[in-house]
């Protein structure tokens, strides 16, 4: 039995209204008017990452007053932030749990997504995005196991320092402590990359759940088609654990990175306009 409920028919997909793979279906004011749209999107993307983006492990050093102080911009990321759960006192081990199990879960649907409807779903942005978040939590994993190894080694560390320090100096609480605050490793690219597609994930899966739940669903239930679970699952579970991760994690989120958003929307885009420029698909 199918999994999905209803007409067997691919109803909901947008009506053909002529050849796409001939010239004179692009060649027209429309056409133009959406390109230079997109290109005028992309470049504001490109302007703000351009002016906006530091490269990472780059911290400026500014000397005033005779003290360096460090200029490290919004862009700025700190290792830990990666890994570090936002409530103090829980363990990095519970982020990686729910990361790994948020992974599993999102591989496991797209796998029955592949299987019941097969490779064509990647023709459409809803796959794309949701491919995304699962890639999100893969890298989130692994680099939660990493950060549990380091929160292992900082926690002798803190053990050991606070040892010597009541040795040589008697109770000094919470030294240690400043001091690992100011020896804070800044991210390294792989942080960077996690933390660019988790900001391109928080826009893609809300342009895609807004527009599945608020402009599709009501449409189908007019045309009295009727949604299945695995339907469900694949336009609930990605926010669901997105939220959960947003919350749990202390990643910043500098506003101007919605231009590599703009920038994945675009990609898919010209994808499809290349796609539909080649193959007549529906």
Same mark, same amino acid.
């Given at each position: 039995?199918?999994?999905l409920?209803?007409?067997?028919?691919?109803?909901?997909h947008?009506?053909?209204?002529?050849?796409?793979?001939?010239?004179?279906?692009?060649?027209?004011?429309?056409?133009?008017?959406?390109a230079?749209?997109?290109?005028?999107?992309?470049?504001?993307?490109?302007?703000?990452i351009?002016r906006?983006?530091q490269?990472?492990?780059?911290?400026?050093?500014?000397?005033?007053?005779?003290?360096?102080?460090?200029?490290?911009?919004?862009?700025f990321?700190?290792?830990?932030?990666?890994? !570090?759960? *936002? +409530?103090?006192? @829980?363990?990095p081990?519970?982020?990686?749990?729910? &990361?790994?199990?948020?992974f599993? #879960?999102?591989?496991?649907?797209?796998?029955?997504?592949?299987?019941?409807?097969?490779?064509?779903?990647?023709?459409?942005?809803?796959q794309?995005?949701?491919?995304l978040?699962?890639l999100?939590?893969? !890298?989130? *994993? +692994?680099?939660? @196991?990493?950060?549990c190894?380091?929160?292992?080694? &900082?926690?002798?560390?803190?053990? #050991?320092?606070?040892?010597?320090?009541?040795?040589?100096?008697?109770s000094?609480?919470?030294?240690?402590?400043?001091?690992?605050?100011?020896?804070?490793?800044?991210?390294?690219?792989?942080?960077?990359?996690?933390?660019?597609?988790?900001?391109?994930n928080?826009?893609?899966?809300?342009?895609?759940?807004?527009?599945?739940?608020? #402009?599709?669903?009501?449409?189908?239930?007019?045309?009295?088609?009727?949604l299945?679970?695995l339907?469900v699952?694949?336009?609930?579970m990605?926010?669901?654990?997105?939220?959960?991760?947003?919350?749990m994690?202390?990643?910043p989120?500098?506003?101007?990175?919605i231009?590599y958003?703009?920038?994945?929307?675009?990609?898919?885009?010209?994808?499809?306009?290349?796609?539909?420029a080649?193959?007549?698909?529906?």
């Amino acid at each position: 039995m199918s999994l999905l409920a209803g007409s067997t028919e691919d109803t909901w997909h947008p009506v053909m209204s002529g050849d796409t793979t001939l010239a004179s279906y692009w060649l027209n004011w429309r056409f133009s008017l959406c390109a230079v749209l997109v290109l005028v999107s992309m470049n504001v993307a490109l302007v703000l990452i351009w002016r906006k983006e530091q490269p990472p492990n780059r911290i400026e050093t500014e000397q005033e007053g005779g003290e360096g102080r460090s200029n490290k911009g919004e862009a700025f990321v700190y290792d830990d932030q990666a890994w !570090m759960p *936002s +409530l103090k006192g @829980v363990h990095p081990a519970w982020l990686l749990a729910f &990361r790994l199990c948020a992974f599993l #879960v999102l591989l496991l649907l797209l796998i029955v997504s592949v299987l019941v409807d097969g490779n064509t779903i990647f023709y459409y942005y809803t796959q794309w995005t949701f491919t995304l978040v699962t890639l999100y939590f893969a !890298m989130g *994993s +692994l680099i939660s @196991v990493g950060g549990c190894y380091k929160y292992h080694i &900082r926690a002798s560390g803190d053990r #050991v320092g606070n040892a010597e320090l009541d040795a040589e100096h008697g109770s000094m609480k919470g030294s240690n402590s400043s001091y690992l605050e100011l020896h804070r490793q800044p991210a390294g690219k792989w942080v960077y990359a996690f933390q660019i597609i988790f900001q391109i994930n928080a826009g893609a899966v809300m342009l895609t759940d807004c527009v599945f739940w608020f #402009v599709i669903v009501p449409f189908l239930a007019i045309k009295d088609y009727h949604l299945n679970a695995l339907i469900v699952s694949m336009h609930s579970m990605n926010a669901i654990f997105l939220l959960g991760d947003t919350a749990m994690n202390c990643l910043p989120f500098p506003f101007f990175r919605i231009a590599y958003f703009i920038m994945w929307t675009i990609i898919y885009v010209l994808f499809q306009w290349i796609l539909h420029a080649s193959v007549k698909i529906w």
